[in-house]
């Protein structure tokens, strides 16, 4: 069935629907680091994103990719969008499995369906572990704020995945309780791997006074989605320009994504254009550039049930960089950042600004709460750090799997 006759720790097939490998960094920091430990890993994902090649070598890594089905907006379309990317997954899975073998398929949603090919292989005696990206019931209320068949159904499915599940690996102490609590499965089968920025990537720079035109330049990296929350960041901006007449704030809004032509329509509504730069997906060197000259980094991702429980990568990479963050009192940003942010009343643009505005007008406050970010993640939330608990849950998982292959 296969052809490498290489001795390894296991071998591991990583499945991954909603973004292409490598631009997915926590999929990508998982596979280099499960590699990095002799396990031979294959991917499965979709191009996009500037990732068009149907198949990769990258860092004794093979990368299988399939063309990213059309996003679906209703029952129909959600059916064609993931009917079509489980039956691209499906048929290259077989060629892992004839190429090289598997011995586990970690699948990383969303969406939560990936365990109806799981639940194939292990009729085979392959292993399933579930790596639980987004709590997708909630995603789902997030974006359309209604119980119907597809919520009922995304409940369904994240209950099958669980039970088909050997273990599963949560983002965050939230989601390790749902895994528990709506999930039904043992505490000692639940392993908690946060997505640790990498501070090889992340580099501390100096400050580049050439890209600021104002006095202050506020920044804010990640998907740009109706759900992110941008639209309190340009009330807030709003606010603090029209009523606390402040013009000597500049703001860089770093990414892409569905929402990005609404929030440029509402900047222009504001006469907020003079202000708001927005790069679109950038380089890592012109990402660093701006975010180390930044004086503080914006979490603008409003309360609901979703985001209150998700861990967001741009809250550790502002850390990361050592700066100051606003955000909304969010009880898993709060865990990661505390005393490295300051936070706003829930969904209240004004207060925002006004926790902006502070922060400005201290800037031995920002110097410190930088450090205190700094500090954490080199201390507990970096990589490294994360990876540590990565193994521990593949050592389990094959201590229990031993002589399977």
């Known amino acids: 069935m296969t052809k490498n006759t290489k001795e ?13 490998v490598p631009f997915d960094t926590r999929v990508w920091q998982e596979a280099k680091g499960l590699a990095e430990e002799g ?38 379309g959600y059916l064609n969008e993931y009917a079509t990317a489980l039956s691209h997954e499906f048929y290259l899975s077989l060629t ?33 572990v579930f790596d639980h990206h987004d709590i997708c019931p909630e995603l789902y209320l997030c974006k359309f704020n209604k119980k119907n068949i597809l919520y009922f159904l995304l409940l369904l499915f994240e209950k099958l995945t669980f039970k088909f599940a050997d273990i599963s690996i949560a983002t965050n102490e939230s989601y390790k309780e749902i895994a528990i609590q709506r999930g039904k499965m043992d505490t000692d089968k639940v392993f908690v791997v946060r997505s640790g920025p990498d501070l090889n990537r992340l580099i ?48 860089s809004i770093i990414g892409d994504g569905t929402y990005l032509y609404e929030i440029k329509q509402k900047c222009n509504q504001y006469g907020l254009n003079d202000i708001f730069d927005f790069t679109g997906r950038i380089s890592d060197d012109k990402m660093l550039k701006i975010l180390n000259t930044a004086d503080i980094c914006v979490n603008p991702d409003e309360y609901n049930e979703m ?4 861990t967001m990568n741009k ?71 994360s990876k540590l608990e990565l193994i521990k849950a593949y050592n389990f998982l094959f201590k229990k799997t031993k002589g399977n292959s």
Not at 45 to 73: A, L, Q, V, W
């Open 39 to 76: 396990y031979k890993v294959n991917i499965i994902c979709p191009t996009g994103k500037g990732f068009e090649k149907k198949y990769e070598y990258i860092d004794n890594i093979s990368i299988y990719r399939h063309p990213m089905p059309k996003e679906g907006s209703d029952f129909i």
């Open 204 to 251: 501390i720079r100096p400050s580049d006074i050439s890209i600021k035109r104002k006095k202050y330049l506020i920044s804010y990296i990640g998907v740009i989605g109706k759900q992110e929350g941008l639209d309190y960041l340009i009330e807030a901006a709003k606010y603090i320009k029209n009523v606390k007449e402040r013009n000597d704030i500049q703001y």
């Open 315 to 385: 809250v550790l990479e502002y850390m990361a960089l050592g700066k100051p963050i606003v955000q909304f009192d969010l009880k898993e940003g709060k865990y990661s950042a505390q005393d490295s942010s300051l936070y706003a009343n829930k969904n209240d643009y004004t207060d925002f600004a006004e926790k902006i505005l502070f922060l400005l007008d201290n800037e031995e406050l920002r110097v410190k709460m930088g450090q205190i970010g700094r500090k954490r993640i080199e201390e507990l939330l970096c990589w490294d750090k």
């Open 8 to 20: 390894y720790a296991g071998k591991i097939l990583i499945i991954v629907e909603n973004l292409p």
């Open 307 to 310: 985001n209150d429980k998700s």
């Open 96 to 128: 892992v499995l004839f190429k090289e073998g598997f011995d586990v398929i970690h699948a990383c949603n969303p969406p939560d369906n990936i365990f109806l090919i799981a639940a194939f292989y292990k009729l085979f005696g392959k292993k399933f």
